[in-house]
């Protein structure tokens, strides 16, 4: 009955590694009458052959070094799953296209760095790259782009798509609302010993993971190039409990979003803690959830949840990856031949508008309102609501202010000139706000 | 640079028709790049040839009958528009497949009857029946179950797929949350009046095309023939302000859900209104749009919402499925080959179990709680809450109910034996809560 075999490479171990290997053993018979193929793991290359682990390797060929696994004539695909954008990922996915073999991998940082390198080499041996693993998790994002919603013109797209940021600012909220508020630094060690977050968490909290992932998703969505440098990034670790609880009252939830837009101008991709309005679908995404919105000038808003990580989700999309080698699918890596993706112009954050939250901390005197409104109103920044829920006279207290869209040129000279009064004690907080 | 041209056959200009063929037009080059391939409409067969009509049919051939087109020997797709279980619709798509033609049709009535056959047909000759435009309209949810999740197990979906109940309960709830509430008759009417429910609106109200359309997603999800007559099917005729305001009251929503689920006993498939939690991310899913939620056992919970009808949605899935032809995806249609589905067996709606909401309209005298909580006693039913929020001695008084979890068969009894309590005054209302 089975037309074919295709025969697997698996480079990396971990979580991941782990879990494509007892999906294709649970699941063996069923994906083989889904695809007409036998998928099989021949051979993998990790570091360690000693280690102990929870799935079998009976019968499958080891290799030491990635280099063997990419060479090994014997294998039809090869699944990335070391990590990294340099050194031995990148070498082994080139060398695997190079040889003419298909590879899935789920390597952000070095579809970011090298994506459309590494499609065009994939194009010019015939060779499928595929990375729906890559992007929100289990989500087939990728695949929705590229083909379900492929009849559109895609204009934007927003989306949460870092676990470990979601997970604290859900934590976080989930404190405000108990009534014991939590600071970044708390959730944070609290994710680390849980496994939600890495030993370096910088990759996650500062907002490069979700970089990665969303100058991966531009390029699909608009049909450019891969474009990592022209990304804003800004993390959550200036979110604090306070800003939360603000958020809370004035009917926002914070969210650290990837946002991206295509227009006449250009393109411009931004990664930022975001003010959601509390009854935006985004805003109830909590926790490990992923999820991303997409607008197409047919379909109108498209939206997509699941889980974003973890052993499972991931090597679901891994798996698919291999149904679709299997089944003969070959669909560029970026929704268009590489050659065709077309660069367009970085639209400067400067030029970014919109509305938006500022948090001061000020001495609590007559007359301090006035000096920050006047400092809002030489830049043409228009206020839309001023809270200050406490009093202290003559000490400190924090006072909140949201904006009427203004341009991020504006606001950044009105912050700077706000910094400079002397009964402003600590540079502005700001956060922005988008009425998705 | 194109490598091929796909020859386009459209039977049925109507709203879908029409969408269809602005899409080419409007992004012809792009779904070029794309695909590498020309998506050209070459012939029609629509009724009404001299109809004024918003898009061009110039150098497109005519054909007065759908047999025609069928048959057309220069066409190599017929995207049928039709309409419409049996007849030209059928006969249209017979045709074609028979011819080798592929077919993309967006007919769930014809599928969920038809379905099977119809894709033994297309395998027996190498053609490649499609339909995303059938469910969920331009949700690309068949692609999702058939490739972007073909590595799980699929053991639930649950969504909304009826766009017209969705907007007649939306609008109900609306009514009842401004304090002027509006009953079902009412909001339908006004619906037809806004064209977003037929001059017949049984198809929809009566939960018929959400059970074609959860008969073809079971088939794809689980691997089994499509099964219409095994659909549980009840509409929402039924439901009044009054449980919309209940339901309210009481934290729920009330949507009308298709659900099904496959366990190792077999499946079960209803489509019926259901409370749902205000917490539940469907129950945030109003007006026009739809959305499906899968489970599978690797990837977790997936959720997909959209527009559920319409030109621009259904017209970009119809042209997904256009472009899958002209990249040469040819997958099973239902996800498995068509030999290869497996009929399960179904489970009786007798044997669904779980928490009822009941409303009576009894005599408002001591002693009827009593009556009616032992006829729940005894049939092992057990009460949750019980809520009789107005006082009107002898007179008449609705009194809701929610139960624990308790089996169809159980709660069909009960409910049977409080409807001949003498102080019962009208037949027991009964919407199922689901805690999804």
Not at 33 to 49: E, S
Not at 115 to 137: D, I, Q
Not at 156 to 173: F, R
Not at 349 to 365: C, E, K, Q, S, T
Request: hydrophobic share 45%; aromatic share 4%.
């Amino acid at each position: 009955m089975t037309q074919h075999l295709v025969r697997i490479g698996i480079a990396g171990l971990g979580t991941v590694g782990g879990g494509v290997i007892k999906l294709l053993a649970a699941h063996g018979a069923l994906i083989e009458q889904r695809c007409g193929a036998r998928l099989r793991v021949d051979a993998v290359a990790a570091r360690d052959r000693a280690k102990a682990r929870d799935f079998s390797l009976d019968g499958v060929r080891w290799h030491d070094s990635t280099q063997g696994l990419a060479r090994d004539p014997a294998l039809d695909v090869v699944v990335e799953l070391i990590g990294g954008a340099e050194g031995a990922a990148r070498e082994l996915c080139q060398g695997a296209l190079d040889a003419g073999k298909h590879v899935v991998t789920a390597n952000k940082a070095l579809l970011a760095h090298h994506g459309t390198a590494l499609a065009r080499l994939a194009e010019s041996k015939g060779a499928s790259l595929r990375f729906e693993a890559a992007v929100a998790g289990g989500i087939p994002i990728i695949k929705a782009l590229r083909e379900g919603l492929a009849g559109n013109r895609i204009s934007a797209i927003h989306g949460i798509l870092n676990g470990t940021c979601n997970y604290i600012l859900s934590a976080m909220q989930e404190g405000v609302r108990a009534g014991k508020p939590r600071e970044f630094a708390s959730v944070l060690a609290e994710a680390q010993a849980l496994g939600y977050a890495e030993a370096d968490p910088s990759m996650d909290v500062d907002g490069h993971d979700a970089a990665h992932k969303l100058a991966i998703l531009t390029s699909v969505a608009f049909g450019c190039p891969v474009d990592l440098a022209s990304v804003h990034v800004e993390g959550i670790r200036q979110i604090s409990a306070m800003d939360i609880d603000y958020a809370l009252t004035l009917g926002y939830r914070i969210k650290l979003l990837c946002i991206s837009r295509c227009g006449t101008e250009g393109v411009l991709q931004r990664v930022h803690p975001c003010m959601v309005p509390e009854s935006s679908p985004i805003a109830h995404v909590d926790g490990v959830f992923n999820a991303v919105i997409t607008q197409g000038d047919f379909v109108g808003p498209s939206v997509f949840e699941g889980r974003g990580a973890g052993e499972g989700p991931t090597a679901s999309a891994v798996v698919a990856d291999l149904i679709d080698i299997a089944r003969g699918l070959n669909v560029p890596a970026f929704g268009l031949p590489a050659g065709q993706l077309v660069a367009r112009p970085t639209i400067p954050m400067a030029r970014h508008a919109g509305p938006y939250y500022i948090r001061l901390m000020v001495v609590d005197r007559p007359g301090v309102i006035a000096d920050v409104a006047a400092c809002l109103r030489d830049e043409q920044v228009s206020v839309e609501s001023m809270l200050q829920r406490s009093r202290n006279p003559d000490e400190a207290v924090p006072v909140v202010l949201t904006t009427h869209e203004a341009s991020e040129a504006s606001l950044g000279r009105a912050l700077a000139s706000i910094e400079r009064l002397g009964t402003v004690l600590e540079p502005p907080h700001m956060i922005r706000i988008e009425n998705l």
